[in-house]
């Protein structure tokens, strides 16, 4: 069966320090990754996605994650963490067996605080 | 210019009631979705429409009954409203072909007392 797992419910990390928040898969087939971000009462943002390509993918608000085809992860990282980053992450998947639905399969999120 | 808007933003009402939230997005998307974020931060997917053709119907009460008269606007009207439907609904929307990129709406708070 398909699946996303965040292994961390939470994660505290000092400002100024890097970051990491972890993310691993489960799919058949070739991986669509996608990593949002929620800020307090507000709706989810997209970050940044691996679909091909350089496995060191590059997205938003200075966020980068990793792609790793053997241990399927795709960690999301930040060299330097700020207060404004403190909010909900998620890791999604494409749903292979969805076909041409578009749809993602979502993991249970990661509350990042980032301590002054 | 917002890309993906909701009303109402906030939802109160009585157990019984029926009520609609509405969805429009400008970005040109042919497909839209409807998701319940529940007091955990779960979040789950319930509908999508492209093109105005449901494609998605995932496992939820008929209560529930999505409706798109184009394909700017997704629409989820809610029958009988029962306690457990308190959430925050989420309207998303994405662009073919490949895309998988999902942009969200600012969500809709439903309380059910």
């Known amino acids: 069966a398909q699946s996303v797992a965040q292994p961390e419910d939470q994660v505290n990390v000092a400002e100024g320090n890097p970051l990491t928040v972890k993310c691993t898969y489960s799919?058949?087939?070739?991986?669509?990754l996608f990593w949002y971000v929620q800020y307090p009462n507000r709706g989810l943002q997209f970050l940044l996605k691996?679909?091909?390509?350089d496995n060191l993918v590059k997205g938003s608000y200075g966020f980068e994650a990793e792609f790793n085809k053997s241990q399927t992860s795709f960690h999301l990282k930040k060299p330097s963490a700020l207060v404004s980053d403190s909010a909900l992450y998620f890791c999604?998947?494409?749903?292979?067996?969805?076909?041409?639905?578009?749809?993602?399969?979502w993991g249970l999120g990661t509350s990042l605080a980032v301590n002054p | 210019d917002t890309a993906v808007s909701q009303t109402p933003k906030y939802l109160v009402t009585q157990m019984g009631n029926d009520k609609s939230i509405k969805c429009e997005q400008n970005l040109g998307h042919d497909t839209m979705y409807w998701y319940k974020q529940d007091s955990k931060k779960f979040l789950k997917i319930m509908f999508s429409?492209?093109?105005?053709?449901?494609?998605i119907n995932e496992t939820v009460p008929n209560r529930f009954s999505p409706k798109s008269p184009d394909k700017a606007h997704l629409n989820l009207h809610i029958n009988s409203l029962e306690l457990g439907d308190s959430a925050v609904y989420f309207c998303?929307?994405?662009?073919?072909?490949?895309?998988?990129?999902?942009?969200f709406g600012p969500g809709t708070r439903l309380t059910v007392t």
């Open positions: 998303a929307s994405s662009r073919v072909p490949l895309s998988y990129e999902q942009y």
């Open positions: 429409y492209n093109n105005k053709e449901l494609i």
């Open positions: 999604a998947v494409r749903d292979i067996e969805a076909g041409n639905n578009r749809k993602l399969i």
């Open positions: 799919v058949s087939g070739n991986p669509y």
């Open positions: 691996y679909i091909t390509g």
